[in-house]
């Protein structure tokens, strides 16, 4: 299994500009979280889902972030309209729902907003 | 919801010394605790775990020790190698949570060789 993917790896964006980051959780995992690392914050929780339903948003820092999981394979993080306090490396994570609590982080998004 | 505190925030040794980092939580229902390492520009990477069932568990160096009357666990390394450093996070999560975990702040282990 090639494990959790994102992308892009490097976002550059400016302030204003859409941004979308995407994720696919190892095949089989019903669990998928977005987290959020900054040295100021460390890591957040900013929303997870259970078999494609968002369960706990309570992370989201506002209404500019939004969260989908369209399938059991994909989801997207989008931020509408990005700004420089965004600048962050987001990981997606997935997990088993039963049985295993062992979560896998992908490699992250470094996103920087000018 | 859950609170997770981590101590220290940074931690120095010497190479060969033994390191330890402790966290405290507050929820009593907390019955799964992960202990992540976080190389430089790299992803967390679950490096040992526990269950409320049982009160240690070891694998070669490391080693973490679960008190649940104190609502506390801590992460033991023994002899150090400046490959241990990295950010170590821990965390604490609830079976009836969907798996969600709550983490520490992180400490910052650096081993001086």
């Known amino acids: 299994d090639a494990g959790v993917i994102q992308s892009p790896r490097h976002e550059v964006t400016e302030m204003g500009q859409e941004v979308t980051l995407r994720c696919k959780p190892i095949?089989?995992?019903?669990?998928l979280f977005w987290y959020r690392q900054t040295m100021m914050r460390g890591l957040e929780l900013l929303i997870y889902?259970?078999?494609?339903?968002?369960?706990?948003d309570s992370g989201m820092p506002e209404d500019r972030f939004s969260a989908k999981m369209p399938n059991a394979s994909f989801s997207t993080l989008k931020i509408q309209p990005s700004e420089p306090r965004d600048s962050a490396v987001y990981f997606c994570?997935?997990?088993?729902?039963?049985?295993?609590?062992?979560?896998?982080f992908g490699p992250g998004t470094r996103l920087t907003v000018l | 919801g859950e609170n997770v505190e981590q101590h220290p925030s940074t931690l120095s040794v010497q190479e060969g010394d033994s390191a330890v980092i402790k966290c405290t939580y507050s929820?009593?229902?907390?019955?799964?605790f992960p202990w992540y390492k976080q190389e430089l520009g790299k992803r967390p990477q679950l490096i040992i775990d526990?269950?409320?069932?049982?009160g240690e568990k070891k694998d070669q160096r490391i080693a973490v020790t679960l008190n649940k009357t104190a609502k506390h666990f801590s992460l033991h390394i023994t002899e150090t190698q400046p490959e241990d450093s990295a950010v170590y996070f821990c965390?604490?999560?609830?079976?009836?949570?969907?798996?969600?975990?709550?983490f520490g702040g992180g400490t910052r282990l650096m081993v001086k060789p």
């Open positions: 929820d009593s229902a907390s019955n799964y």
């Open positions: 889902f259970n078999n494609n339903v968002p369960i706990d």
């Open positions: 526990i269950r409320s069932n049982v």
């Open positions: 095949s089989g995992h019903n669990s």
């Open positions: 965390a604490a999560s609830t079976s009836n949570a969907g798996n969600m975990l709550t």
């Open positions: 994570a997935s997990s088993q729902r039963q049985g295993r609590d062992e979560q896998f």
